[in-house]
């Protein structure tokens, strides 16, 4: 908690875009504007504090976005930023403008920008965590992890469909380039019968086996689905089941970016307009460097640092239900 209290604020969209930024940044600008304050955009992430492309923005400029996938601030993961140079070009923007608070939505790049600006800097930085990924703590949800969760839902359940008409094994990779929440939960609602993900050890003995206990009993449909930050990709993983089982009609589908797109789910809504209205309410109250989360379905307040440092852990349940469930 700090004293110094805000009049300006400036609102950004940083690293990867993720469904449900345009509900914080709704949420931030008419919170903002509710409270007397002035509210910039900032457009491009932290490469449009340095080029100067800070826009003053009204509630009619977060009209109907709410349900828009994307970032209407658009986004960037920039460089520049990382230098003392660029950070200090950035700050001369900001106080032309008398901005004196910031309010970041990203991932952890993007705090770890967060956290040196505002320690070189007197301009309070709050958090919001904008990411498909979820690989941030002090939040039970990221804004847009339930949306992607959702679309990498729908496509393995399609995938299902074509998978059980020819009797084949499906490697399905998912985004989460650290994380393997996006795997672990849709893997587990399409009832995949392996789930990969970089948090435990990928045993490709023990995939193996069980991938030919299944075809003795006669389950010739397989979902594996991997995240993309687990030790072996899928394609890795494709070649090694082709050549240890040659009898298995294997096929890969990576599917990208298309998870981090499309209109935000409710939830994703919600926990964005919820997170975009604490932040301002941080700023107002004088708290500088932490992350607005959400756990237990109450506002949490998490330092930056600890946020970006402590992950999220996978807890033994989660991977004991795959095991179970999947027999
Ligand atoms: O961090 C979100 C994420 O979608 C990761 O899952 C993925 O590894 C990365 O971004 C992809 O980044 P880019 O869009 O820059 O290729």
Known sequence: MGSKKVSKIGVLTSGGDAPGMNAAIRAVVRTGIYNGLEVFGIMRGYSGMIDDDIHPMNSRSVANIIQRGGTILKTARSMVFMEAEGRKLAYENLRKRGID??????????FKGAQKFSNEFDIPCIGLPGTIDKDIAGSDFTIGFDTAVNTAVEAID??????DAHDRLFIVEVMGRDAGYIALHSGIATGAENILIP???????????????????????????VAEGDKYGANEISSIVKKRLPSADTRVCI?????????PTCLDRLIASRMGFAAVECLLNGTNNVMVG??????????????????????????????????
């Open 101 to 110: 608070g910031l309010v970041i939505i990203g991932g952890d790049g993007s």
């Open 158 to 163: 399609k995938i299902r469909d074509t998978a």
């Open 199 to 225: 948090e435990t050890e990928t045993d490709i003995e023990e995939l193996i086996q069980s991938l030919s206990e299944q075809e003795k009993r006669k389950k010739l449909v397989n979902i594996i689905v």
């Open 255 to 263: 599917l990208g970016h298309i998870q981090r797109g499309g209109s």
């Open 294 to 327: 959400i756990l237990n379905n109450q506002l949490h307040y998490t330092p930056l640092d600890h946020a970006i440092k402590a992950k999220q852990k996978i807890s033994e349940d989660w991977l004991r239900i795959v095991k179970i469930l999947a027999s």
